[in-house]
Every structure is written in C-alpha cells, then in structure tokens.
C-alpha cells in the first residue's frame, strides 16, 4: 500500500459542494443522521410522510431518474421538481410520481429535457405541503469530455460496521457518479453473516430472520437505506447500480443459488422475483436488466447482469473430486474435468441476448469515437489461481471446511484451473468471446469487479493479445480473504497471489474502502482509497493506491 501521491494529477472539482445545498436539505439531514445512529435499526419505525430521503439514477445527457419514498394513507400522488439551483427559483423539469402500498410506498419520477454536463437540485412535494430533502443529481455530457470521475462501491454488509466509504466519497466531492456493483445488502439472517461474535452491536438487523418473502426483502432495504451515510450518498450523487447474488440469495443464477431450499423456502422463480421487484422499489434503477451510459466521447459505461439474466450454474470443485480415493485420481479427474466441462463453449454467464447486445455495443462505442469501454459489472474477470506457496502454511487447526477448500484450491492450480467458480474463471468460453468482441472493436477496455471483498488490478489478455484492463473494488464493510486466512500475513498473500497469477499486477487482501476512477483522454486511474475503520464512524483513510492505465496501452502502471 502506497500513500496519496501529491503529484499525482488533482481530481475533478465538484461545482457546488453538496453541504450547501440548503439549511432544509443537507444541514437538516446531519441531525437526522445522528439521530438514526443512535438507534438499533432493528427497533426503528420508519413512520409516515418521507421516511428514507431522496436518491437519482439512470443519468443520461438530457434525464435522469428521481427516487423518494412516501407512506400515506392511501395511494398519493407527489409533485417533483428540478431546478439549477438550490432555492428552486427556477424550476427547469417538474412532473408527477404515485406513492403507492404496491411498491413499499416508493416512488419514481424522469426528468426529462435537461441540459447535458450540468448539475442539478430536484425535491418531492406531497400534497399537505411536506417537502422531501433536497437532493443533488447530474446529467451526462455530449461531445469532447475532459475529465469524468466515479465513485466505485461494492459489497456492503450492513452488519459489519459502518458505511464509512460512502461517508468519505461525500467528504472528499471529488466524483460524478456513484456506481455500486452489486451485493448493497445480504440476505442472511442475524448472525448467520456476519457471525453473533463478528456482528457490530449498533448495527442490528431487521427483520433477523433471512429475507424470502417480499416482506422480507423491503424491511432489509428499509433498514440499510436508513444508514445516514448511505442516505447522503444517495441525496448527493446519481448512482448506476447493478446487483450480484446477496440482492437475491449467495451464490445466484438464473435458475437456482447455493443459499435457496426449494422444499422450505418455495420455488426460485418466486424468490428471484420477489428479490428483483424490491430492488427495483427501493433502488433508483429502471427496470432494464442492462443498459449503456455515454460519458461524451471520453467513454461508455456498460451496466451488465452477471448473475440473474443468463448465467448456467456454477461448476463445483466438490462435485468434480467426489469419488476421489486417492491424490493421483483426484488430479485425474481435474484434469478430465477441465477438459470438457470447464471448457465447454456452450456455458454462459452472460445469455446470449446480452453477450451480443455487448459486442454489438462496443463496436458502436468505438466506432464513434469514445476513448474508454467501461464495464460496471460483479465478478471478477481476470484469471486467478491458488498460489502454491498457500498450501505449505495450511493449519491443522483451521476449519475442515475452510481447509477442504484450500486444499482442493491447490490441486485445482496443479491442474491448471482456477481458485474461484462463481467469477469468470468458471466460464472461460464466455470471458473468451467478451475479449474477442473487444479486441474486433479495437477497444479500451476498462473492467470494474466487486463480489470478492479485495482489491484487485489485473492486466487482460487472450492468446497474446492485450485485451484491457480490470481494477476489483474492495469491500464497503465485507472482510476479505484477512477473515479466513488470518495465519498468512497480508502483504505475504498478495504477493504470492501476484507471483502465481501472470494477469495479476497488485492486490491488497485485507482492507475495506472504495475506489476512484477517474478518467481522461489520455489515461484511466483508479485511485483504491482505504477507509481505517468501520468499527466507528470515521472518514478517516488509512492510505491510497493509485494504478493507471494510459489509453491505448491496455496494460495497467501499478
């Protein structure tokens, strides 16, 4: 881990700093922030009126989407409005929105025919006069772009403390977009995930049972979208986010997940609905599974669905050795295993409709003109296989399952196969055809990964061609591998990880944060912020790392 380098170039100004957009708004939410601290989430009424503030998505050059939440009586029809200023003297796109029981009492809103690049301040009116807090959102820009800075988040675990990177990216103003990969809340129960000893005591789950039924899954976002910093994020940047498996259940794909009984929990089509339609309540997203985002000519953003539209099942390593009695029939059944079923080119992970939609996208992404191909997506994409070294340090006192694990992972490397089923590397025949539509459109590709809780920056690349670049955001509050592997000091991990694993150029194991992408005509830089604690309220780093790519290289300067 490397400290802030003060030569490194300056971040892009914010040009209304979010504090000031009115005593009403922002000044008034700090009080209610501290209010809410101190209150277990779990013995929380969210009460009537505007319960959960305000938050925008789906930014476009002339729209973006507007979110609140109002309980009333009965169904009530909000009025909206968007002005270039925070007294609203001016009011620029205004409209209607239906608070309504049938969607948890959330309510939606576009406002359309707004200028490109700009910011703007937007608020709900119910019809007794009560005014939402102000929030501030932006549009996209058109034409020659300069600068365009995101805000990266992932893997964000309630229950394990704070969301301190979300209270840091508001302090530090420095970014455009919020994007959060995926896993914004978990499914499981009170002291499944985290464990009763690991479970910070202010952070008290509701309801504490795992969430199936739809009841369910809207108490869960109604409790994590009452975390102050959550909610100011969400009031103070438009946010492009994507879900992975825990929005659902662990493990997810299109037609099941390892964390869904079907014998006491009901059909997975059921779950996964239900599981969709409170995150699209709760969320400010549309309901388009994937979608594009032009940054003017400096870049497209590719939303993409890794885990609920098209992807076949995970493959298991448990399942391959079954039957096993001995070492060498072990690695012979890896070796035939990853011969046909790992290599088959019919597996998916994306479903066919969406890998041409995104091939077809980045040939017209390049073809007019944009610097950067940004993939928003949940999984890593680069390879990564088991260091070596790992298995000579493996305790006898370690859980059978977590050595089970690691020794199968160490035989898997022997073989020449992946440590992580559930990423990319459990479907190389679909990350294939990705890297061979963006080496046909001749793109800069830029991956971003969550899911994993560690930081990651890859080099990309098939069958000796440089394909792009991927960096994987470290956990919001998700522990990362530091968790289960606590007998190998983290510096030592990272650097066997990176030894092993050639598309590997850095990796940090053992810290929480956020990242921030920044991108320019001339070079991509993700700049890894580590926040100190999550134990306590803190902005508080305890230092960067900044790798960069310059355009055109495909390669990353770590």
Avoid at 93 to 121: F, Q
Avoid at 188 to 203: K, L
Avoid at 214 to 224: F, I, N, P, V, W
Avoid at 489 to 495: C, R
Wanted: charged share 20%.
């Amino acid at each position: 881990m490397t400290t802030h380098d003060p030569a490194a170039p300056a971040p892009s100004p914010v040009p209304t700093s979010t504090s000031g957009v009115s005593r009403r708004g922002l000044f008034a939410l700090a009080g209610a922030a501290s209010a809410l601290a101190a209150t277990p989430a779990g013995a929380r009424s969210w009460g009537s009126g505007f319960t959960h503030g305000v938050a925008s998505g789906e930014p476009r050059a002339d729209r973006v989407l507007l979110w609140t939440r109002f309980v009333g009586e009965a169904d009530t029809v909000l009025d909206w409005e968007v002005s270039a200023s925070p007294d609203f003297t001016r009011i620029v796109s205004a409209g209607k929105a239906t608070a309504s029981p049938n969607r948890d009492w959330c309510a939606k809103g576009i406002a359309n025919g707004l200028e490109p690049d700009s910011w703007y301040y937007y608020r709900f009116l119910a019809p007794g006069g009560t005014v939402s807090d102000i929030g501030r959102t932006r549009t996209l820009p058109v034409g020659p772009t300069q600068k365009f800075r995101l805000a990266v988040f992932s893997c964000s675990n309630f229950g394990f403390g704070w969301f301190n990177s979300y209270a840091h990216a508001l302090e530090a103003n420095d970014c455009d977009l919020a994007v959060h990969l995926g896993d914004y809340i978990y499914e499981y129960g009170r002291g499944i995930y985290p464990s009763g000893g690991q479970a910070h005591p202010d952070r008290v789950l509701a309801p504490e049972s795992e969430i199936v039924a739809l009841t369910d899954y809207r108490t869960r976002y109604a409790t994590y979208r009452a975390d102050p910093d959550l909610r100011r994020l969400h009031q103070s940047l438009p946010m492009i986010a994507v879900w992975d498996d825990h929005e659902s259940a662990n493990d997810s794909w299109k037609d099941g997940a390892e964390n869904h009984q079907p014998e006491t929990e009901g059909t997975w089509e059921a779950r996964k609905a239900t599981a969709k339609r409170a995150y699209r309540e709760w969320m400010p997203v549309s309901d388009e599974p994937y979608a594009a985002y032009e940054i003017g000519d400096l870049a497209t953003i590719f939303r993409l669905d890794t885990r609920l539209e098209g992807r076949d099942e995970q493959l298991d390593y448990g399942t391959v050795l079954k039957g096993a009695s001995d070492p060498e029939g072990a690695m012979a059944a890896l070796e035939n295993f990853r011969e046909t079923d790992w290599s088959d080119p019919s597996r998916h992970l994306l479903g066919a409709a969406q890998e041409q939609w995104l091939a077809e996208g980045l040939a017209a992404s390049t073809k007019r003109g944009a610097t950067w191909q940004v993939l928003a997506q949940q999984v890593l994409m680069g390879n990564l296989n088991s260091p070596a070294a790992l298995t000579a340090q493996i305790e006898g006192s370690l859980p059978d399952f977590i050595r089970q694990r690691l020794t199968a992972a160490a035989m898997a490397a022997k073989a020449g196969l992946p440590l992580n089923m559930d990423a990319w590397d459990g479907y190389p025949a679909a990350r294939e055809r990705v890297f061979k539509a963006a080496l046909e459109a001749d793109a800069n590709l830029v991956v971003l990964a969550g899911d994993t809780h560690n930081a990651w920056a890859f080099d990309l690349d098939h069958e000796g061609a440089k394909v792009g670049v991927e960096v994987g955001v470290q956990g919001t509050t998700s522990p990362g591998f530091e968790s289960y592997l606590s007998f190998v000091k983290p510096g030592d991990l990272a650097s066997a990880l990176v030894a092993e694993n050639a598309q590997l150029q850095w990796a940090d194991t053992a810290q929480r944060g956020y990242m921030a992408v920044e991108l320019t005509p001339a070079r991509a830089t993700t700049e890894f912020r580590f926040v100190d604690t999550i134990k306590t309220r803190s902005t508080r780093l305890a230092g960067t790392k900044r790798v960069t790519s310059e355009a055109g290289a495909r390669v990353l300067e770590v």
